[in-house]
């Protein structure tokens, strides 16, 4: 198997559901500016949600996500601001311990069933803030929530 870091929207879309079934469960979707990688997570929310119904959908049946039939988004709109404070903004939570509300919440999806899915659209913004402001801190906070994402949620 080949290993990519990366989806294209307008030539991939059948890796995601290939490559997650393979563990490997973070996509970044890549494209122009205007070629509809927001336009698609909306879809693919919408389609494994079971808003989208008819023969032009997604995915026609769910269940390819480890059988899960149900799904919960965090949706994150990236901004020049910490990973770490619009997690926990969305949360309801302390930016300190943001990573341990995210497991409890995760673990409560769970015990309901649910699949979690964390969208973070225009991630550059939030890099470009990383780099400029304290990039020890903010790049060990995303070295800890990719690590929390992987390890317990395989």
Known sequence: ??????????????KIIN?????????????SYGTGKSSFILALENCLCGKTVGKNVLLSQRGQFNSFEQFSFI????????LAN?????????????????DNHY??????????VIVIDEFGKVLEH???????????????FC???TTQRN
């Open 86 to 102: 619009l997690l926990a903004s969305h949360l309801n939570a302390e930016s300190k311990n943001v990573i341990s509300v995210l």
């Open 107 to 116: 673990n409560r999806l769970q015990k309901t069933n649910q699949f979690l």
């Open 1 to 14: 198997m080949s290993f990519t870091t990366s989806i294209n929207i307008e030539r991939d879309f059948g």
């Open 147 to 149: 690590e929390s994402s």
């Open 75 to 82: 949706n994150i709109v990236g901004d020049y601001a910490s």
């Open 19 to 31: 490559h997650f079934a393979s563990g490997i469960h973070s996509f970044c979707l890549i494209g």
């Open 130 to 144: 990383a780099a400029k402001n304290n990039p020890e801190k903010e790049m060990y906070f995303l070295q800890k």
